[in-house]
């Protein structure tokens, strides 16, 4: 899987430059999600969901769960299901695979 060309940004963190979107994103998954990837290899995609705590997508947010996923086990530049990363409220979690809303 990989990012649409358009309508994406590009961050970088520690030297390595991601691409994120949340547009487009419904033809993985069924839902919205904001995709980020690392810009160059093909890795292992991250898929954030906002709901439903109302995320408000801006840089520092991404740059945020970038380090929260490096953290617990995200590989971006080796192959591998996606990682889903929700917010219980108090900080990221780690969802179940295809999981989108988390509960409180």
Known sequence: MTLP??????????GEVYRWC???NELWSGWKHI?????????QLLLLDPFP??????PQTIRDV?????DHGWTPKSAGKPLYIGH???GFIMLPENQQYTSH
């Not at 995709?35 to 890795?43: D, V």
């Not at 705590?53 to 801006?58: S, T």
Request: hydrophobic content about 40%; glycine content about 8%; cysteine-free.
């Open 5 to 14: 060309k358009r309508n994406n940004r590009r961050m970088t963190v520690n």
């Open 22 to 24: 949340l547009e487009g």
């Open 35 to 43: 995709a980020i990837q690392h810009s160059t290899m093909r890795g």
């Open 53 to 58: 705590w109302h995320v408000e997508i801006r």
């Open 66 to 70: 970038i380090f929260f996923a490096l």
């Open 88 to 90: 219980n409220g108090e």
